[in-house]
């Protein structure tokens, strides 16, 4: 029984090299693309920042937080109970770390 190969045996050495060589260079030149202005910004300040500063500046109880894509922008959005008992949302830019809201 005869096995039938695509290519010949001695040319497969060759495609290997080429294939993990091609890789490499794909794997390690991300740099080299250009970024889509379009993207949102990277995030500098953590959720885990914003909801502990929130909690430190006012003296809440966080009922829940998570980072939305408001104008294209991220944003920490961080849901608290104040001691008065009232429900407050804060708004946290999440490249700068500023308050966007009170």
Request: net charge neutral; charged share 25%.
């Amino acid at each position: 029984m005869n096995i039938i190969l695509p290519l010949p045996m001695k040319s497969l050495p060759k495609i290997k090299i080429r294939v993990i060589t091609a890789l490499f260079v794909f794997l390690f030149s991300n740099n080299c693309f250009a970024t889509d202005e379009s993207e949102p910004n990277r995030i500098n300040f953590s959720l885990d920042q914003a909801t502990k500063q929130i909690i430190k500046d006012n003296q809440v109880r966080v009922l829940g937080a998570e980072t939305e894509l408001i104008d294209n922008k991220e944003v920490h959005v961080i849901k608290v109970l104040t001691p008065d008992g009232r429900i407050r949302h804060f708004k946290i830019d999440a490249e700068t770390g500023e308050l966007i809201n009170r």
